[in-house]
């Protein structure tokens, strides 16, 4: 995404489709062909095991809920998310971290901010974590419903890496610009298969993807919304930069334009029936000196999104432009757009 101001009016410059990061994954059972010198490279990779955490965020990963409201308190909010899973978000103190509870377990989290991520540390030097961690580029996991190889491509394996940690695993988000860890989400092995994060390749079965109603994806859409939102306020404060303002009329332009790549299944800033940022803005008679837009689509979920632009040059110049001042988010099902202004 580029920002170009002629005039006071804003032009917007389509990027390109392969562009843009895209973390969606693709199953194919029939790939039984592996590489066979990668293979015996990863098997004499020495291992350093890696007990599960003692503290902080991963610590409640298979804990009761009621262990996690004992310590944290109640959440300021609780999001439904498209995995079955209820998100339990706490945001206080520059830390930021998102618990997903199914019965009463929690089963994986999202920690972003000045966050406890035992064992690695934010801000920790990505060099060191790829000396110190059995990071590799192919991962194997096994339940009973079967064998489960992910192969991260080499995109996967710089920018988002897995580790097995314990009896859960660590997916590390790298921020490839300052050269750290950004943040960390723990994961059960059951909710790694049922996620699929990288291109798999699988023995077995497959969990079924949850059949989700219209008002249940509204309420996930709210959600991911609001997440997206406080993350990117997160980012901001860490770079010392002001926190945005929730702006309700930006975000319905948002959640338009979101809408309709869905609908019409396109993925650019152009639309073909409202044009460019500035159109739409104008449309909605929305006043605004400067504006900007980043768009997402087939990403896990929020938090995935937005690392994802934390990673992309032009939209990481967005999230981390110092002139803007409010924010609107619209997310229809997995597609993602920020709205950014400065009146």
Known sequence: MSIILIGGIYFNQAREENEVLHNSATTNPAKHDMNMQ??????NKPVRAVEKPASGAGFYIGKESA????????????DPSAYGYEWWIYNSNHQYVQFGVENDQVVTAYAAGDTDVSPFKMDQPAKDL???????????VENNSGTYRFELSEEDYNMRPMVKVGDIYAQLYMDKFSGTLSSVRYLTRDYLIKQRPYEMVYRGELPADPELSDSAWQQIENGSEKQIFDLTNIIREKHN???LLWD?????VAKQHSKEMYDKQYFA????SSGNLGDRLKEAKIDYELAGENIAANYTDGPSAVEGWLNSKGHREALLQKEFTSLGVGVYQKYYTQNFIAK
Do not use: C, W
Request: net charge negative; proline share 5%.
């Open 38 to 43: 990668k293979e015996l490279e990863d098997r």
């Open 67 to 78: 262990l996690l409201r004992k310590a944290m308190g109640e959440p300021i909010r609780k």
């Open 130 to 140: 790829f000396q110190m961690y059995d990071l590799r580029m192919d991962i194997v």
């Open 241 to 243: 930069l002001n926190g």
């Open 248 to 252: 309700e009329e930006t975000a319905k």
């Open 269 to 272: 800033h152009e639309s073909p």
